[in-house]
């Protein structure tokens, strides 16, 4: 009786167990521990439908409806790309038809992209009660199905998908960037990035950016494409770099959306110094120095005035100099090594029988720099050097008692008075001699544009001389071209006069930088010289009131300092400004400005201890907040690159406030390690029972059968 007991108790037990382990195995894992088999009777269902004719055929779309459908309404499938797999929201598409179909009727739907103008479903098929994507904000859906008799039927509904915020990205940021001194980062440059922001959101104003290191470098922005409006192609510019901005510059880039969501990189820029070329400031450039025997001009008295960035002037005695006689005709005097004086009186016969000319050639050279920078193969490749570098100067000097000046011989265009487009190029060439030089010798030969000397396009000792120029797209009005050759004393010239007619030039957007440092889009292009706008870091919030009453704010400034302050709901006790200073990084000097300039006040929250727990964005030690109480000289803000789960995020940098969504977890992920182990112990458990059950039956059964054989024997 009491085996008998024990038994049933275990099959109860075990029976149990089997209940409980399916239903734990169903529940995690989706799968029953055994198959389960019902039965039962089979009733078969079906419709009767009674068409009446002449009413009206009408398709009803239960779901999507005509509203707008918040974050929590639809579903998406998680996928590489932001949010939802293709950017793309799941609803379900309920409809029904009032009239008869067949059985396999066929079901089409279109999908009208109302924010982008697109078509992005098309005559697609879909059965009448299933989950559809659609379009984040505006869609416009029609359906349609063929009814019985070949007619198609259509209904349309109208509705919109609304989709929280998300922090922008930066992407494909350039975190080491090498610059050569003399060079600027611009837009040619490799330093471009992207700002995605899902919301499709434009990156183009100064309110977007925020750069350290202001006044020196800032951000320009260009023309999306069409095809990706998530995209923001961005670039960080500069100004042109010389000694001071030798060594390393970390600058942090910080992207911000219209609700102050951000995100934030950090790059390295590297100006690596190069030896830059002595320039000889006072070149004669082939021309005649005269010297006369007798009376005035009859002592040669010069000195070669030198600029070199790194071993400074000729008076400092760091430069090489040397003098060349290019010819068998010497005088008896030289060049001082050290400071680039010569000094020559000419005595009777210097001259012979008629004047006697002394071509000559002065070169400087400075020293090659006394370390090198590890990766300056960089500017190597670019033409630029770290050894000694010369510079020279050609010239000729005559002791004579007459001089005879210098002809330009031909000239090009023949026609001295002509017009021509702003963007079509201008071509100028002429032919000079000069009888007191002997042959194979030519005086020197300058242009002038709008008589203003052009810089490096002189000539020295050759007989003909080109010059071309390109005025530009939106420049007009009158302009003249003049070419001088000289001999020293002496000179001749010819001008043309252009009349420019006005080309427009092509729309594009291009600005840039933010009131913490950012720049303006710009350059030289065609001519035209656009800002590129770049601004300190913003100051201390200053308090109105008091800085009013200390004249350090005019009346006009602090009436509508307080204005402004009144908008944004700040007390007068905490009515405060701030100010910065904003530089045109291509350094245009523009009559009138093409870009507008950065504002350079604005208002803030004043606060007598500004830090970081006060609850305010402000600045304070020596820089700025990002947003309230981080960033700056605060603690790092949260973003959607950080690498930690923060900011409401579901996981690491993803979900939540981030454009991108969480990987899927498996559903083995949710199940915890106690919980398998609580399975195992279950299962070692019924493997026991299962082994005491079989223990009793063995007995029960089989050893009592046969002592019942044996005892039958007997």
């Known amino acids: 009786m009491k085996r008998k007991r024990t038994l049933v108790i275990s099959l109860i037990v075990f029976v149990l167990l089997l209940v409980f382990l399916n239903f734990a195995t169903v529940y995690f894992f989706g799968l029953p521990l055994s198959p389960v088999a019902m039965t039962g009777k089979v009733v078969e269902t079906g419709y009767v439908r009674l068409y009446i004719e002449g009413e009206s055929k009408v398709i009803t779309i239960y779901s999507p409806e005509n509203t707008t459908y918040d974050n929590g309404t639809y579903t998406c499938v998680t996928g590489e790309l932001p949010k939802c797999n293709n950017n793309r929201y799941f609803l379900d598409l309920n409809v029904s038809a009032s009239f008869y179909l067949e059985n396999n009727s066929d079901w089409r739907y279109w999908l009208y992209d109302s924010n982008h103008g697109v078509y992005v479903e098309e005559n697609t098929q879909f059965d009448a009660n299933a989950s559809v994507s659609f379009v984040r904000w505006g869609n416009v859906l029609t359906v349609s199905v063929e009814e019985e008799d070949g007619d198609w039927v259509n209904e349309s509904v109208v509705f919109t998908i609304d989709v929280p915020n998300s922090a922008p990205l930066i992407q494909n940021f350039t975190e080491k960037i090498f610059v050569c001194e003399t060079q600027r980062i611009n837009?040619?440059?490799?330093?471009?990035?992207?700002?995605?922001?899902?919301?499709?959101?434009?990156?183009?104003?100064?309110?977007?950016?925020?750069?350290?290191?202001?006044?020196?470098?800032?951000?320009?922005?260009?023309?999306?494409?069409?095809?990706?409006?998530?995209?923001?192609?961005?670039?960080?510019?500069?100004?042109?770099?010389?000694?001071?901005?030798?060594?390393?510059?970390?600058?942090?880039?910080?992207?911000?959306?219209?609700?102050?969501?951000?995100?934030?990189?950090?790059?390295?820029?590297?100006?690596?110094?190069?030896?830059?070329?002595?320039?000889?400031?006072?070149?004669?450039?082939?021309?005649?120095?005269?010297?006369?025997?007798?009376?005035?001009?009859?002592?040669?008295?010069?000195?070669?005035?030198?600029d070199d960035e790194e071993d400074g002037t000729s008076d400092d005695g760091n430069l090489t100099f040397n003098l060349t006689w290019t010819s068998d005709n010497r005088l008896d005097f030289d060049i001082n090594a050290s400071t680039g004086v010569m000094y020559y009186e000419p005595q009777e016969g210097?001259?012979?029988?008629?004047?006697?000319?002394?071509?000559?050639?002065?070169?400087?050279?400075?020293?090659?720099?006394?370390?090198?920078?590890?990766?300056?193969?960089?500017?190597?490749?670019?033409?630029?050097?770290?050894?000694?570098?010369?510079?020279?100067?050609?010239?000729?000097?005559?002791?004579?008692?007459?001089?005879?000046?210098?002809?330009?011989?031909?000239?090009?265009?023949?026609?001295?008075?002509?017009?021509?487009?702003?963007?079509?190029?201008?071509?100028?060439?002429?032919?000079?001699?000069?009888?007191?030089?002997?042959?194979?010798?030519?005086?020197?030969?300058?242009?002038?544009?709008?008589?203003?000397?052009?810089?490096?396009?002189?000539?020295?000792?050759?007989?003909?001389?080109?010059?071309?120029?390109?005025?530009?797209?939106?420049?007009?009005?009158?302009?003249?071209?003049?070419a001088v050759t000289s001999d020293g004393p002496l000179n001749d010239s010819v001008m043309w006069t252009i009349n420019v007619t006005n080309v427009a030039c092509p729309v594009a957007v291009v600005t840039g930088g933010s009131s913490g440092g950012g720049g303006g889009g710009g350059g030289t292009l065609?001519?035209?010289?656009?800002?590129?706008?770049?601004?300190?870091?913003?100051?201390?919030?200053?308090?109105?009131?008091?800085?009013?009453?200390?004249?350090?704010?005019?009346?006009?400034?602090?009436?509508?300092?307080?204005?402004?302050?009144?908008?944004?709901?700040?007390?007068?006790?905490?009515?405060?400004?701030?100010?910065?200073?904003?530089?045109?990084?291509?350094?245009?000097?523009?009559?009138?400005?093409?870009?507008?300039?950065?504002?350079?006040?604005?208002?803030?929250?004043?606060?007598?201890?500004?830090?970081?727990?006060?609850?305010?964005?402000?600045?304070?030690?020596?820089?700025?907040?990002?947003?309230?109480?981080?960033?700056?000289?605060?603690?790092?803000?949260?973003?959607?690159?950080?690498?930690?789960?923060?900011?409401?995020?579901?996981?690491?940098?993803?979900?939540?406030?981030?454009?991108?969504?969480?990987?899927?977890?498996?559903?083995?992920g949710a199940i915890s390690f106690a919980l398998v182990g609580l399975l195992l112990v279950l299962f070692l458990v019924l493997m026991y029972i299962l082994y005491k059950v079989f223990k009793i039956l063995r007995h029960r059964f089989f050893l009592k059968g046969k002592k019942r054989k044996k005892e039958d024997k007997r």
Not at 379 to 396: T, V, W
């Open 350 to 482: 210097d001259q012979g029988s008629e004047n006697k000319q002394y071509p000559l050639t002065v070169c400087v050279s400075d020293n090659a720099l006394s370390s090198v920078h590890e990766n300056f193969s960089i500017c190597s490749l670019q033409g630029y050097s770290n050894d000694s570098l010369s510079d020279c100067d050609s010239f000729f000097l005559v002791i004579t008692n007459k001089n005879r000046a210098p002809n330009i011989t031909a000239y090009s265009p023949a026609t001295l008075s002509f017009s021509v487009p702003g963007t079509i190029d201008s071509s100028f060439s002429v032919t000079v001699s000069d009888d007191d030089m002997g042959e194979g010798y030519y005086p020197g030969i300058d242009w002038y544009l709008d008589d203003v000397l052009q810089a490096n396009e002189g000539s020295e000792n050759i007989a003909t001389d080109d010059y071309s120029y390109t005025f530009g797209c939106g420049v007009s009005g009158i302009h003249n071209v003049i």
């Open 526 to 668: 065609g001519g035209v010289c656009n800002e590129q706008w770049a601004c300190h870091g913003w100051g201390l919030c200053q308090n109105a009131e008091r800085s009013f009453d200390a004249g350090a704010l005019s009346p006009e400034d602090y009436s509508s300092t307080k204005d402004l302050c009144a908008q944004n709901s700040f007390d007068d006790r905490f009515c405060g400004f701030q100010i910065t200073r904003c530089f045109d990084l291509a350094m245009c000097n523009n009559t009138e400005v093409r870009i507008p300039k950065p504002v350079e006040s604005r208002v803030c929250y004043f606060t007598e201890d500004p830090n970081c727990i006060d609850g305010i964005t402000n600045c304070h030690d020596g820089d700025c907040e990002l947003l309230v109480d981080c960033g700056g000289p605060c603690d790092p803000c949260p973003t959607c690159s950080d690498g930690k789960r923060n900011q409401g995020e579901n996981g690491v940098d993803c979900g939540g406030p981030c454009p991108f969504a969480c990987e899927a977890e498996s559903p083995f």
């Open 187 to 306: 837009p040619l440059s490799s330093s471009n990035f992207n700002v995605y922001d899902i919301d499709e959101e434009n990156f183009n104003t100064l309110d977007n950016y925020d750069i350290k290191e202001g006044g020196i470098f800032g951000i320009v922005s260009f023309l999306k494409d069409p095809l990706q409006p998530y995209i923001n192609p961005l670039q960080i510019v500069s100004v042109y770099f010389g000694k001071a901005h030798l060594g390393d510059h970390v600058l942090d880039v910080t992207v911000y959306d219209s609700d102050r969501a951000l995100d934030t990189k950090t790059t390295n820029v590297t100006v690596i110094e190069i030896n830059n070329v002595p320039t000889i400031d006072n070149k004669l450039k082939a021309a005649t120095v005269e010297v006369w025997i007798n009376g005035s001009n009859s002592v040669f008295s010069y000195q070669v005035q030198v």
